[in-house]
Nanobody
Framework: QVQLVESGGGLVQAGDSLRLSCVAS????????MGWFRQAPGKEREFVAA????????YYGESVKGRFTISRDNAKNTVYLQMNSLKPEDTANYYCAADFGSQYYRGPGGMNYWGKGTLVTVSS
């Protein structure tokens, strides 16, 4: 009933920028949390960023602080991830996630819905 669809992935060089988008469609609640995770082949899933419904608070994984920025447009049910100063270590499938049980971020474990992912590849 609810779909999360990511877009914006691609092949870039180290130092480049990229912006990912995720649109929530179908039956959604009035207020919910959205975020991003990533996973490279052979590695565990890693938290990237999250944002509250009101945009009053944002959260970032240690490896992306200062380089990535999360934002959202609630009128469009869309969350964005602006990625700057990309590194080869950022190469991964990036997944959009949502927590429809809270309007405030309560940790990665609260994410109930997931997108299919979009691939980001950063060459050296």
């Amino acid at each position: 009933q609810v779909q999360l669809v990511e877009s914006g992935g691609g092949l870039v060089q180290a130092g480049d920028s990229l912006r990912l988008s995720c649109v929530a469609s179908g039956r959604t609640l009035s207020r919910y949390v959205m975020g991003w995770f990533r996973q490279a082949p052979g590695k565990e899933r890693e938290f990237v960023a999250a944002i509250n419904w009101s945009e009053s608070s944002t959260y970032y994984g240690e490896s992306v602080k200062g380089r990535f920025t999360i934002s959202r447009d609630n009128a469009k049910n869309t969350v964005y991830l602006q990625m700057n100063s990309l590194k080869p270590e950022d190469t991964a499938n990036y997944y959009c996630a949502a927590d429809f049980g809270s309007q405030y971020y309560r940790g990665p474990g609260g994410m109930n819905y997931w997108g299919k992912g979009t691939l980001v590849t950063v060459s050296s």
